[in-house]
């Protein structure tokens, strides 16, 4: 069975940090290009972030780069973002997502994890 099982959200105060983690199994963890999305209320899903099979690449939203930081760990089969210098604007359901590299039909979803940027 194949899971993304994300961790790592909870409450955080404007300014603050929070580190969000994509768990994989199921899946040849390495082949694959990891993602974040998230979906705020009221909002489409957005692209967030992105990076390559080997972690030799990285993609940022123009809204939060320099903000966060997209990281893996192919050992690990876990995937990471980084939230520094958050902003109320940054409230939304995190989601993981993993894209095969060779093969962009199979791809998969996490069930997400609610981030809040409250004061």
């Known amino acids: 069975q194949v899971q993304l099982v994300e961790s790592g959200g909870g409450l955080v105060q404007p300014g603050g940090s929070l580190r969000l983690s994509c768990a994989a199994s199921?899946?040849?963890?390495?082949?694959?290009?990891m993602d974040w999305y998230r979906q705020a209320p009221g909002k489409q899903r957005e692209f967030v972030a992105s990076?390559?099979?080997?972690?030799?690449?990285?993609n940022y939203a123009d809204s939060v780069k320099g903000r966060f930081t997209i990281s893996r760990d192919n050992a690990k089969n876990a995937v990471y973002l980084q939230m520094s210098s958050v902003k109320p604007e940054d409230t939304a359901v995190y989601y993981c997502?993993?894209?095969?590299?060779?093969?962009?039909?199979?791809?998969?979803w996490g069930q997400g994890t609610q981030v809040t940027v409250s004061s």
């Open positions: 997502h993993a894209e095969h590299s060779t093969w962009a039909s199979r791809d998969y």
């Open positions: 199921g899946i040849i963890f390495r082949l694959y290009v």
């Open positions: 990076i390559t099979t080997s972690g030799g690449n990285t």
